[in-house]
């Protein structure tokens, strides 16, 4: 869910607001913060880089 708003342009903050919106919870069943986000797309750019 994170990928697809993030190529859409989304700052950390939209996203963490979007996420929060439609209820998506964290692994510890919290709100989102922007720093795991930030975090998570980090992860994400080096998995792309590995492929």
């Known amino acids: 869910m994170i ?4 190529e859409a342009g ?3 903050r939209k996203i963490v ?3 929060n919106k ?3 919870k964290t692994a510890r069943g ?4 922007a720093s795991p986000i930030k975090r998570t797309i980090e ?6 880089i590995d492929r």
């Open 30 to 33: 919290g709100e989102w913060q």
């Open 10 to 12: 989304k700052s950390l």
């Open 43 to 48: 992860r994400l750019v080096l998995f792309q």
């Open 22 to 24: 439609a209820g998506v």
């Open 17 to 19: 607001a979007e996420l």
């Open 3 to 6: 990928e697809p708003l993030r």
